[in-house]
């Protein structure tokens, strides 16, 4: 059990909150963890700049052309994978497929609006965790 009256230097999978039953959770910390070899402010990093990624990445996708928005689904399949954040992944896997097909984009980008939303939720959550007495978040 992990003593939670010091948990600056416990990986970020160590004090994640547990899935609800049934539901893989927006971040696969195990996953992040071996990614980053359990090095917390690695960990740290990477979250911040998928956060910060993911939220530009959506914003372009709603200013440029269809071939635009592939390339940018594209990008954020990768970041995704990297953090664990599969249904990110698949849902912007989803918006690829959408864009190849010809297929009807609004839909598909809302979704992966949501998921996006979710694992943002879910990374600022980590993050104020992880951040040291009297720190501030943004």
Not at 64 to 81: D, I, M, N
């Amino acid at each position: 059990m992990v003593d939670m009256t010091d948990l600056s230097n416990q990986p970020l999978a160590l004090v994640a909150s547990p899935p609800i039953a049934g539901e893989d959770p927006p971040i696969d910390v195990a996953h992040l963890a071996r990614m980053t070899l359990g090095e917390r402010s690695l960990e740290i990093q990477v979250l911040e700049l998928f956060d910060r990624q993911a939220e530009l990445l959506l914003a372009r996708m709603r200013e440029v052309a269809p071939s635009g928005v592939a390339g940018f689904a594209h990008t954020l399949v990768g970041s995704a994978r990297g953090i664990g954040a599969w249904r990110v992944a698949a849902a912007a896997e989803a918006l690829e497929r959408a864009v190849a097909e010809c297929g009807e984009l609004a839909s598909a980008i809302e979704r992966l609006d949501a998921v996006v939303g979710e694992a943002r939720l879910a990374i600022r959550a980590m993050l104020r965790v992880s951040a040291p007495a009297g720190a501030t978040q943004p």
